[in-house]
């Protein structure tokens, strides 16, 4: 089974930086569509974005502009680059990725267990 293991969460002042890793246990060149979601307690999970192999990259319209999704292959690892957070970026985290095209759907089999960002005011 596919391994995902983020980290790089933590707390930061508002207009701070944090940069996640997603490192997978098995080639992400297998992996051909990857991404970040997020998600707040009690509320519905939330697509931040997706990089495919070609790195076609997707965000979601809230973190455009300051955040960057990428991805290193030969270290079978996923990032996310986020700048100028806000305290509504505040959640945990989660890196999903499926061995296939990524789709309209955002269907992804693969979950890391999370790791949360809180951004304070």
Do not use: H
């Amino acid at each position: 089974q596919v391994r995902l293991v983020e980290s790089g969460g933590g707390s930061v002042q508002a207009g701070g930086s944090l940069r996640l890793s997603c490192v997978a246990s098995i080639s992400i060149t297998s992996l051909y569509c990857m991404g970040w979601f997020r998600q707040v307690p009690g509320k519905e999970r939330e697509f931040v974005s997706r990089i495919d192999l070609l790195r076609n990259t997707m965000y979601a319209d809230s973190v455009k502009g300051r955040f960057t999704i990428s991805r290193d292959n030969a270290k079978n690892t996923l990032y996310l680059q986020m700048n100028n957070l806000k305290p509504e970026d505040t959640a945990m985290y989660y890196c999903a990725a499926v061995g296939a095209l990524c789709d309209p759907q955002l269907n992804f089999p693969f979950w890391g267990q999370g790791t949360q960002v809180t951004v304070s005011s």
